[in-house]
């Protein structure tokens, strides 16, 4: 009875440690959507940086 509760412990645990992992990759893409998307916006600010120095001097 003790190895078979040992046994499911164990499967619970792995099933868990899992579930886990699987939570840290979806964590990592989605910090590397945001990394992408701060440059996009950080680029698109020097853009409109740019535009509106030449507009001014128009």
Same mark, same amino acid.
């Given at each position: 009875?003790?190895?078979?509760?040992?046994?499911?412990?164990?499967?619970?645990?792995?099933?868990?440690?899992?579930?886990?992992?699987?939570?840290? =990759?979806?964590?990592?893409?989605?910090?590397?959507?945001?990394?992408?998307?701060?440059?996009?916006?950080?680029?698109?600010?020097?853009?409109?940086?740019?535009?509106? =120095?030449?507009?001014?001097?128009?």
């Amino acid at each position: 009875m003790e190895k078979t509760r040992s046994k499911l412990n164990n499967v619970a645990i792995e099933g868990r440690i899992q579930a886990l992992k699987d939570e840290n =990759e979806c964590l990592r893409m989605e910090i590397d959507y945001l990394k992408k998307l701060k440059a996009l916006v950080q680029k698109e600010k020097k853009l409109q940086f740019f535009l509106n =120095e030449k507009a001014h001097r128009l």
